[in-house]
């Protein structure tokens, strides 16, 4: 059983928005932090936000103002909502859990945005 699934990726146009879900089916998300990260051709993964078990939030400078991450413990899933897509945002985005010392990573959403 895939611990991680994402979904809510696709094509959109710059300016558009897209909903990222990452929903847990073998950890209880409340006790984690959760963490989104992208990958585009070329390039190394980043990490884009995060959600920690309490609520508070981190977002990379690249992102910040555009995305929102948010997390529904009743739904065991986390949330990046993307506002104001650019077409460097394009990558494939992944969610990350981290438990004991081991990542757990999804199979990935992509993402593209482009006219």
């Known amino acids: 059983q895939v611990p991680l699934v994402e979904s809510g990726g696709g094509l959109v146009q710059p300016g558009g928005s897209l909903r990222l879900s990452c929903a847990a089916s073998?950890?209880?998300?409340?006790?984690?932090?959760i963490g989104w990260f992208r990958q585009a051709p070329g390039k190394e993964r980043e990490g884009v936000s995060c959600?920690?078990?309490?609520?508070?939030?981190y977002y990379a400078d690249s992102i910040k103002g555009r995305f929102t991450i948010s997390r529904d413990n009743a739904k065991n899933t986390v949330y990046l909502q993307m506002d104001k897509l650019k077409p460097e945002d394009t990558a494939l985005y992944y969610c990350?859990?981290?438990?004991?010392?081991?990542?757990?990573w999804g199979q990935g959403t992509q993402v593209t945005v482009s006219t």
């Open positions: 073998r950890f209880t998300l409340d006790y984690y932090g």
């Open positions: 959600i920690s078990s309490d609520g508070s939030t």
């Open positions: 990350n859990l981290r438990v004991e010392g081991v990542d757990y």
